[in-house]
Antibody, heavy 116, light 111 residues
Framework: EVQLVESGGGLVQPGGSLRLSCAAS????????MNWVRQAPGKGLEWVSY????????YYADSVKGRFTISRDNAKNSLYLQMNSLRDEDTAVYYC?????????WGQGTLVTVSS | QSVLTQPPSVSAAPGQKVTISCSGS????????VSWYQQLPGTAPKLLIY???KRPSGIPDRFSGSKSGTSATLGITGLQTGDEADYYC????????????FGGGTKLTVL
């Protein structure tokens, strides 16, 4: 069974930084591309970033480009999202999502609140 | 403003059928597979349909997906009160700035 467990969320001031982690189990992590997707309170899903299985290809949403960095450690079955220069509008639940074929399997999410 | 367009809400009675549309363009739906997700209140999204019309194991055949041109449709038959949820379509956008895209979501009410 695919299991994705996010951690690292919390309250941070505008302009601050936070690093999210996602621990994967139940599948061969190194064989799959991974994504971060977020959902602001009461809003819809917003794709944030993609990383290929070997880390050779990375994409970002325009809204986070230059501020967020996605990475992975296949030896540790872990996915990361380094978030810098955080803004109020980055407040959301952040989901780690495995991409298989065209569909995503999701973790339970971690809440990031950006507020002074 | 979402890249993919979904109706904000749909409703139907228990036992009836409902469809949810998802409209895009040639750079996303027109040239990529579509997936659909169900999000029950307070929970993470759950994959219902991938590759336009395939169901993961454990998803009942009451749920179906189709795609034509730059639009996709999710169908749900034999509606149950437990189907009340938000539904999202998603795909990849292969334009200059490659990125994942989702619809704005559709709230299904089972009357």
């Amino acid at each position: 069974e695919v299991q994705l467990v996010e951690s690292g969320g919390g309250l941070v001031q505008p302009g601050g930084s936070l690093r999210l982690s996602c621990a994967a189990s139940g599948f061969t992590f190194s064989s799959y591309s991974m994504n971060w997707v977020r959902q602001a309170p009461g809003k819809g899903l917003e794709w944030v970033s993609y990383i290929s299985s070997s880390s050779s290809t990375i994409y970002y949403a325009d809204s986070v480009k230059g501020r967020f960095t996605i990475s992975r450690d296949n030896a540790k079955n872990s996915l990361y999202l380094q978030m810098n220069s955080l803004r109020d509008e980055d407040t959301a639940v952040y989901y780690c999502a495995r991409r298989k074929n065209s569909g995503y399997s999701w973790g339970q999410g971690t809440l990031v609140t950006v507020s002074s | 403003q979402s890249v993919l367009t979904q109706p904000p809400s749909v409703s139907a009675a228990p036992g009836q059928k409902v469809t949810i549309s998802c409209s895009g363009s040639s750079s996303n739906i027109g040239n990529n597979y579509v997936s659909w997700y169900q999000q029950l209140p307070g929970t993470a999204p759950k994959l219902l349909i991938y590759d336009n019309n395939k169901r993961p194991s454990g998803i009942p055949d009451r749920f179906s997906g189709s795609k034509s041109g730059t639009s996709a449709t999710l169908g749900i038959t034999g509606l149950q009160t437990g189907d009340e949820a938000d539904y999202y379509c998603g795909t990849w956008d292969s334009s200059l700035s490659a990125q994942g895209v989702f619809g704005g979501g559709t709230k299904l009410t089972v009357l």
